[in-house]
């Protein structure tokens, strides 16, 4: 008979979804590879699990691509009388007939004579749902193989830690006790490992209907689940969350056959509306009113971020995002042509100084600034009084004149029904502005086309330089590669300003 095996992560998705657990086993080519950004997280990942594993000096990792070698040492080790913590420690068990459970533990800690605490280790910054299923199935196959489990921790990063000089292992981690947690979990899980297999053993991929769970707690690689559903669907409705599965299950399919009075949101209304006349929507009144509180010269800016779970300069902290690149058009006056000006660091330092001075220089003392989301602008200036803290007083005046372009967006007082219920700038300007000037490319001609694709291709020629050695071995980058990519920098970040520019012209030519 063949042999089945559950492993920690098979667990996980067949909880989620059982459409994609039998899909992983039987006909793992329909799953897509990684993304770029996905496999930077990962490797992220294994560089935090470094740092936790550095507060057990003595620890031994057994980490191993060889499968049979990783379970042969763990048994090995753990018969051992001088106890020591286990990194990757590995545990395969018979749950049924034919049927196998398997997990590796991140680190084990041996306490008194014969009990052990699991350390399980994760690059977020606080504990999820999911963490808690993870370790719930780890305590029982550990439990299963015969060990005796004491105490359950989540060791995760401290996003309040601030580097200075060398990373300090002990404050970039901390810890918490969820034994108790685990306890609760654990509760039925022999049943959903039977559920599991069961599904894992049968010859036809499993029947499941799209839901909530295609995308918690993780988004599902198998998009081709969607693939029934027709065009301006119900599932475009702008914040719909639960309201569109509901409509769905009502046999309301289209957005165009919603009932205005199911609906308690305004541009939920608005979006529907313009779905059934195929029409924008335009509140001239209000847009005018927005338009009337710009103060020139306006100047357009966007910033372009990295944030990383190790940080990589002095007076930063884990996941904080670190401004490398700016664009701004400036505009002297409503019927005057935008001037550009730009910063792209060059990767060979930490940017913020040189990024802040640039900045200075070329934003006046006066005028409005035009971002699109300025929370996030907002956050990026107010992390850069730690760095600059001489230039808080200017700081906080460039905040104070700060105008955000999707405010008349997200209130739909503009709406096209192609911007598919988004109010992000990639969706508002190609309907706004379907024509751009000559010679300037769209984002869907872009290589970079998206503000995480513009991090990792900066990752990519900045962290070979880095200060820490951790991150050198990921990125290496030749130097014509280097050009290239700053060179797709440069146009990508300029266009979210022109855009901007762009959309706030053909705002004023449609209110007079």
Known sequence: ??????????????????????????????????????????????????????WFLDGIDIDTEDFNENLKKTAELINLKQRKPLFEAAFKVEFSKANYIYSRADILVPVGKDLWDIVEVKSSASLKPENIQDIAFQKYVLEKAGLKIRKCFLMCVNNEYVKH??????????????????????????????????????EKCPKIAIGNHCKHPYECPLTSCWDFIPGESVFELYYGGKKSFELFEKDIKLLKDIPIAHLTKEQQKIQVQCAKTNKPYINKEKIKEFLDKLIYPVYYLD???????????????????????????????????????????????????EFIKSLKENLGNKGSIVTYNQAFEKSVLEKLEMICPKEKKWIENIIKRLVDLLQPFRNFDYYNPKQKGSASIKSVMPSLVPKL????????????????????????????????????????????????????????????TLGMVLMINKLGGMVG
């Open 1 to 54: 008979m063949k042999q089945a095996l559950l492993s920690k992560s098979s667990y996980m998705i067949g909880l989620q979804c059982p459409r994609y657990l039998w899909t992983k086993i039987h006909e793992k080519e329909k799953i897509p590879e990684a993304s770029e950004a996905d496999e930077w997280k990962f490797e992220q990942g294994y560089l935090i699990q470094e740092y936790a594993q550095k």
């Open 165 to 202: 000089e060398k990373i300090d292992c002990k404050k970039l981690m901390k810890t918490e006790d969820i034994s108790e947690k685990i306890e609760k979990e654990i509760k039925g899980i022999e049943e959903r490992i039977e559920n599991l297999f069961k599904i894992i053993n049968a």
């Open 303 to 353: 910033f372009e971020t990295i944030g990383t779970a190790i940080p990589l300069f002095d007076g930063s902290h884990p996941y904080q995002n670190i401004a490398f690149q700016y664009s701004l058009h400036i505009q002297e006056s409503r019927d005057s042509e935008a001037k550009h000006v730009s910063f792209l660091a060059k990767g060979d330092k930490d940017p913020r100084h």
């Open 437 to 496: 000037p000559k010679g300037i490319k769209s984002y869907d001609e872009m290589e970079i086309d998206k503000g995480d694709v513009a991090s990792m291709a900066f990752l990519k020629i900045a962290l070979g330089e880095c200060p820490e050695d951790d991150f050198k071995k990921f990125c290496k980058v030749s130097k014509a590669d280097q050009e290239k990519t700053r060179k797709m920098l440069e146009e990508y970040c300029e266009l979210d």
